[in-house]
């Protein structure tokens, strides 16, 4: 029997440090087609198109940003917008 959920929670926090529990942004069950990851100061560090889990800490550049809260905008599951924030604790 499947019970299907109303709402999927979205991680408020990873931690990237490589043991395996919560070292990506894992929106795999959302059906992300756009995504926008912002700094406090709201410079844009990430962004990725058809995403599934594939933000770990990192810039577009791949250099590894410091422990903080940082804000998305996510597009998903049709067109529907989110913005919110993520916290990396490393």
Not at 28 to 37: A, R
Not at 49 to 68: A, F, I, R, S
Not at 72 to 87: F, H, I, N, P
Request: with cysteine.
């Amino acid at each position: 029997e499947v019970i299907e959920l109303a709402q999927c929670i979205i991680p408020q926090g990873i931690s990237p440090n490589g043991d395996g529990f919560n070292d990506n942004f894992d929106l795999s069950s959302f059906g992300v087609t756009k995504i926008e990851i912002f700094n406090r100061n709201g410079t844009l560090v990430y962004s990725k198109t058809n995403y599934v889990d594939e933000w770990h800490g990192q810039t577009n550049g791949g250099d590894n940003l410091p422990v903080g809260t940082y804000f998305y905008t996510m597009t998903y599951d049709g067109g529907k917008q989110k913005s919110a924030w993520v916290y990396i604790n490393k």
